[in-house]
């Protein structure tokens, strides 16, 4: 016996199909930092779910980021993915340092003007440090220092044919905007300050959704854009489950 399915049914069972995909994405978070025990079962770079029961010993610690933010866990004991959380008092840590914790949802990229000496955004190339840097499209590139105590001069030169550009920072200035008439592309770069201090910088151009912080924090880590995934992390609302 055939029975004849209405339209109405049909289509809301599609989409109660299409709210239950969407939280599960939702859920989804992506670990970034993993030490101890707990590292073996969930290495940096894989993915939990909503729901998903994790248990950490003495000396474990996870960090995972997803769309509402930054969780750590660093106490042991049982705790679900899923689960209430609660605003750390102390943000993901930076170099040794206590991040600032924020409260509310960040939307797309943070602010470009950096916020202390030991903050600074997604778009900002720290010359400081060596490494990858992912170039986000429609986020201008800065460049950023730690040290802004001083005027400096900055030379920057594109390894391929060796065409430079030299900036100016002002005694308090952490960032500086990239020249509009030296083009960013993919390729080296060696960063000179004076009077000695050298690194090589690969800009990487990264096709991602910036308004979305786990796609954003995947392409980062896939990437090899291990300085801008700290500064992006750091930025981003930092949470800490609530039970333990």
């Known amino acids: 016996m055939f029975y004849r399915v209405s339209k109405s049914l049909m289509v809301a069972t599609a989409g109660i199909a299409l709210a239950s995909m969407g939280s599960a994405a939702m859920a989804d978070v992506l670990v970034t930092r993993s030490s101890g025990a707990i590292a073996r079962e969930h290495p940096r770079g894989s993915r939990l779910d909503d729901g998903e029961v994790i248990r950490l010993r003495a000396g474990d610690r996870l960090t995972v980021l997803g769309r509402s933010g930054t969780r750590q866990y660093s106490r042991p004991g049982r705790y679900t993915i899923g689960a209430r959380l609660r605003v750390a008092t ?3 840590t930076t170099q040794g340092q206590n991040g600032i914790a924020r409260t509310g949802v960040s939307r797309g990229l943070p602010s470009i003007a950096p916020i202390s000496a030991a903050n600074r955004t997604v778009s900002q190339m720290d010359i400081d440090q060596s490494g990858a840097f992912c170039m986000l499209e429609d986020a201008p590139v800065s460049l950023w220092r730690s040290n802004a105590s001083q005027a400096a001069e900055v030379t920057v ?9 030299t900036v100016q920072f002002a005694a308090g200035d952490f960032s500086v905007g990239w020249p ?3 083009g960013a592309t993919n ?3 060696v960063i000179s300050t004076e009077p000695s201090a050298t690194t ?6 990264v096709a991602a959704d910036t308004s979305d912080a786990l796609a ?7 990437n090899g854009c291990e300085v801008q995934l700290e500064a992006f992390t750091a930025n981003y609302d930092t949470a800490e489950p609530e039970d333990g």
Request: proline fraction near 0%.
């Open 216 to 222: 954003l924090g995947s392409e980062l880590l896939s």
């Open 200 to 205: 090589q910088i690969t800009i990487v151009d």
């Open 187 to 189: 390729g080296a770069y």
């Open 180 to 182: 509009e008439n030296f």
């Open 90 to 92: 102390g943000g993901i």
């Open 157 to 165: 030169t594109r390894v391929a044919d060796g065409a430079a550009m």
